[in-house]
Structure formats: structure tokens, C-alpha cells
């Protein structure tokens, strides 16, 4: 890690880097919006605000517990890679029956 945000981490603490942590977000949440209405230099406005994200983020990450929070990514990652297999293979199904003339369950399972 960057020794950089380990010492304003620790210097700030805990609610100050949570408030901050909002104050970007919300930045980001301005710069998003101006950027939908083609607001000139929205663009690099939004990809400042996604490093001030970051690098608050990984101060989070060392005041409140790295493994943790890598851990809970883990989770949403894989729930979220379940979801795109079970949409797909939905999107899959009803494909094939539309276009196969022909149901895709199993003979065993019609009625």
C-alpha cells in the first residue's frame, strides 16, 4: 500500500475520511450529471472524482479491515458473476424456444 494513504489515513481518522469518503461521492454523483448534459470538461471532471473514490476507498480499506471488505467483494463478485450465468441461460432458453419451435424442457418434464 501507499505509504502516502496510510499516514492521511491515520492522521484523519475514521469519521473524518468516512465524511470525506461522501463528499466525493457526491462530487462524482455532480461530475456524472454534468457529463449527461455534455458540460465541457465533464469528462476529466468524473475520472478525478473516481481517483479521489479510490484513493479514499483504500483509507477505508486500512481503518476498517482490508480482509474484510476484500472479502465481502469476493461475495458480490460471485453473486453477481451467478447472476449474469442464470440471466444468460435464461436469455439462452428463451432463445431456442423461439426460434426452434419447440419448448426446451426436458420430455421427462412436459405435461
Do not use: W
Not at 3 to 17: L, M
Not at 29 to 50: P, S, T
Not at 60 to 65: F, N, R, T
Not at 85 to 100: N, V
Request: charged share 35%; with cysteine; glycine share 4%.
Amino acid at each position: 500500500m501507499d505509504e502516502r494513504i496510510k499516514t492521511i489515513a491515520e492522521y484523519y481518522g475514521y469519521e473524518s475520511q468516512m465524511d470525506m469518503l461522501c463528499e466525493e461521492c457526491g462530487e462524482f454523483v455532480q461530475a456524472r450529471n454534468k457529463l449527461r448534459r455534455n458540460v465541457n470538461g465533464a469528462y476529466q471532471n468524473c475520472l478525478e472524482e473516481i481517483a479521489d473514490i479510490a484513493i479514499m476507498v483504500e483509507q477505508m480499506k486500512l481503518i476498517c479491515g482490508a480482509d474484510r471488505i476484500e472479502q465481502i467483494i469476493n461475495e458480490k463478485l460471485d453473486r453477481q458473476i451467478q447472476r449474469i450465468k442464470d440471466e444468460f441461460e435464461f436469455e439462452t432458453d428463451e432463445y431456442i424456444s423461439k426460434h426452434s419451435g419447440r419448448d426446451t424442457q426436458p420430455d421427462s418434464t412436459r405435461a
